[in-house]
């Protein structure tokens, strides 16, 4: 290539940074801004966690001495190890090798949501860690005093306590197990390009992607996948405008109130690339007949297969930037 031409290119180069980003994508980046937002830095409660409570809990979130058998921790269902927070099986095996009834949702941003479990059973983080090791189809401990003599003859755990909960008399108790575990789960914040995008990256997200975007907005979906979360702030039956098939009541179990059969919370769409399979029976393998079956069971839409390609685009924008 001879200098005349270089020249050229780099005037052509030099001209179209200069332009910047269209109307349209400023336009868009507004909408998204107000619509759904970008995820805060820390998460509620977080004020309170100390570095010595943040590593208590993590070793604690790996620790297979919490399950009656010794081979399950946390992570066993809830891989945080270059995982998304899931073990993408349709429903996980306990410690004994039988399999709950609904699919392990993920811990990643999870302290956002306004509670924990498929049905909201849990309050929070704090809540939802104290369930899975005692109960019988998971963890499977017979009782909190048997995780705690564990603990207590642990050699590194009585000292880490004492450290992580420097004002307790009894710092190795279950209470303090389920906040340290929280604390390290509060760490699990996972900014992604469509938090650039939302920021101010008008480059952040491709011409492809940013079309998925106007698709998701355009066909409903944040009637339900709203928030920063895109999920995760309500509850809604599933099959809400065609009946979806599942024996499963959902929130009705908690609740007791009629209104409430079928009913779950709001999946988080946050990192939804990785975390196949999908819904709360785990039976829907892949992330396009994912989207193609919401649409027709909660918004009585259609979606055609380029549009169905257009918001699984959009929707891989909101993986973590550590994931692959």
Partial sequence: MNLENKVILVSIALSLVACGPSQETKDLQAKAKQMIGSLPEKMPGS?????DRVSLGKKLYFETKLSQNN???????????????????PTS??????????????????????????????????????????????????????????LNE????????SKAFPDDKKPVSYDNLAEAIAAFERTLITPSRFDDFVNGDHSALSKAEQEGMKTFLAS?????????LLGG?????????????????????????????YVFKV???RNIAHTAPYFHDGKVSTLSEAVKL????????????????????????LSSKTLK
């Fill in 47 to 51: 004020d309170q966690d100390t570095a």
């Fill in 71 to 89: 081979t399950q921790s946390c992570n066993s269902c809830h891989n945080v190890e270059g995982g998304a927070g899931v073990d993408n099986l």
């Fill in 93 to 150: 095996p306990g410690a004994f090798g039988k399999s709950g009834d609904r699919n392990s949702p993920t811990t990643l941003n999870a302290g956002f949501h306004l509670a924990q479990f498929w049905d909201g059973r849990a309050s929070d983080l704090k809540a939802q860690a104290k369930g899975p090791i005692l109960n019988p189809g998971e963890m499977a401990m017979p009782s909190e005093a048997e995780v705690l003599k564990r």
């Fill in 154 to 161: 642990d050699a590194d755990y009585p000292t880490l306590f």
């Fill in 220 to 228: 409903g979906c944040t009637s339900c996948h709203v928030g920063n």
């Fill in 233 to 261: 702030t309500f509850y809604r039956k599933v099959g809400q405008v065609n009946p979806y098939p599942t024996e499963d009541l959902g929130r009705f179990n908690v609740t007791k109130n009629p209104d409430d059969k």
């Fill in 267 to 269: 999946p988080a769409l």
């Fill in 294 to 317: 919401m649409g027709y069971h909660q918004l009585n839409l259609r979606l055609s297969d380029e549009d169905t390609g257009k918001i699984v685009a959009f929707l891989g924008t």
